[in-house]
């Protein structure tokens, strides 16, 4: 567990202190469970390379060129 000092304005301590009282548990705690609440969960890291194909602007789709192959157009690539 980490511990992390927060400075926060006066009233802003009050409420939370007052908050806390009527929960039966401490600021401490009410302000970690607030932090849960309100900070999304880590988010698994994305695959990198999910849209590496999208091409350039003004380039010719996969689906195009796939469309080209099937009528027997020559797309430009090697053979």
């Known amino acids: ?6 400075t926060i304005p006066d ?3 009050a409420r939370l202190a007052s908050e806390a009282a009527d929960r039966g548990t401490s600021a401490e705690d ?3 469970d607030l932090l849960r609440q309100h900070v999304p969960a880590a988010r698994r ?3 990198s390379f999910i849209g590496i194909a999208d091409g350039l602007p003004g380039a010719p789709s996969a689906a195009e ?3 080209q192959l099937e009528d027997g157009e ?3 690539f090697p053979p």
Do not use: C, H, I, Q
């Open 1 to 6: 567990m980490t511990e992390l000092r927060v």
């Open 11 to 13: 009233d802003v301590a």
């Open 30 to 32: 009410l302000a970690a």
């Open 45 to 47: 890291r994305s695959l």
């Open 65 to 67: 060129l796939e469309r």
């Open 74 to 76: 020559d797309p430009g």
